[in-house]
């Protein structure tokens, strides 16, 4: 076939059509035992059993899907009464997602299937390149360093193979909904990826804060954010992506913003406090406002005028 001689550039395609084979005939197979169920319901409803209740975004997290994603199968879920919800004792404001009882009564059903349909995926992926382990290999691959960080870098080693590439470092203000969101996915792979910070917390407040995307030679590289507060203007989510650190692209995302909110009376930020001296070196002092955010140590530092 024509696709195959392009290679690794097929996977993409070669893994979309392997995925639509196994959803077709685990649908065929459920509906030869009579049992009404879509396959790609089976993760949402597989962590429901595992989880009890849990918030959507907790959910799209464990199944690895897009937020839009994930809601709409939801709704899905939702008109064939398979999942209801319940507010968080902790949290009114959140909504937890549950099992009902008639889903519960299916995957009664559907376990002895899954074992079958388990052994059956044993069997198939038996062979000399085991494609479940390869798969968990690409994916442990990605998480060390993501596909487009590896073509990022790739890129500009091949526009000059013996002398490094000048990095022209731009830092912008952003309002367009299309660069937020590529602002908004290096935050997701710095932040919630890499430091397994949970989606809901790291993008707390977006819609009231200002952000900003950095660029090194018209790539994307970083983002940031600051929110105007009662006690002053406050820098958050300074974010680089691996292969740009060491490069002064956060001395570059921090001066802009600093520069952007120099009326501003009181400028502070609260820091890792593994990142801190980077934060000194570039005008900011502690103070003595320790405390935990997402299990990690932070400090509260001020911009010193």
Not at 42 to 53: D, E, G, T, W
């Amino acid at each position: 076939m024509v696709l195959e001689k392009s290679k690794s550039l097929v996977l993409g395609n070669l893994l979309q059509r392997l995925t639509e084979n196994l959803r077709k005939e685990a649908q065929l197979f459920y509906r030869s035992q009579n049992i009404d169920f879509e396959p790609k319901w089976f993760p949402v409803i597989y962590v429901l059993s595992q989880r009890k209740a849990i918030s959507v975004v907790e959910l799209s997290q464990e199944i690895g899907y897009s937020h839009p994603t994930t809601i709409s199968l939801l709704k899905e879920l939702e008109k064939k009464e398979l999942i209801g919800s319940t507010k968080d004792a902790k949290d009114e404001r959140k909504r937890l997602i549950t099992l009902t009882e008639k889903a519960n009564e299916l995957i009664q059903q559907l376990q002895p299937l899954w074992a079958v349909m388990t052994q059956a995926l044993v069997e198939l992926t038996d062979t000399e390149n085991n494609l479940y382990k390869a798969i968990n290999e690409v994916n442990q691959n990605l998480k060390t360093k993501n596909l487009f960080d590896r073509m990022t870098t790739i890129k500009e080693m091949n526009l000059n193979p013996v002398k490094a590439v000048e990095n022209d470092i731009k830092v912008e203000k952003i309002e367009d909904p299309k660069l937020e969101s590529i602002a908004f996915a290096i935050r997701r792979q710095v932040f919630v990826e890499e430091q397994n910070v949970s989606q809901e917390r790291e993008s707390m407040d977006d819609a009231e804060a200002i952000h900003y995307l950095a660029t090194v030679n018209g790539l994307p590289a970083g983002a940031a954010r600051y929110r105007l507060m009662q006690k002053g203007a406050k820098i958050e989510r300074i974010a680089v992506l691996s292969s740009y650190r060491g490069k002064k692209v956060g001395e570059a995302i921090l001066k802009k913003i600093v520069e952007d909110l120099r009326n501003e009376e009181k400028i502070y930020l609260y820091a890792q406090v593994n990142a801190s001296p980077f934060y000194i070196k570039n005008g900011f002092k502690q103070t003595n406002n320790y405390f935990l955010d997402a299990r990690i140590e932070h400090v509260e530092m001020d911009l010193v005028k």
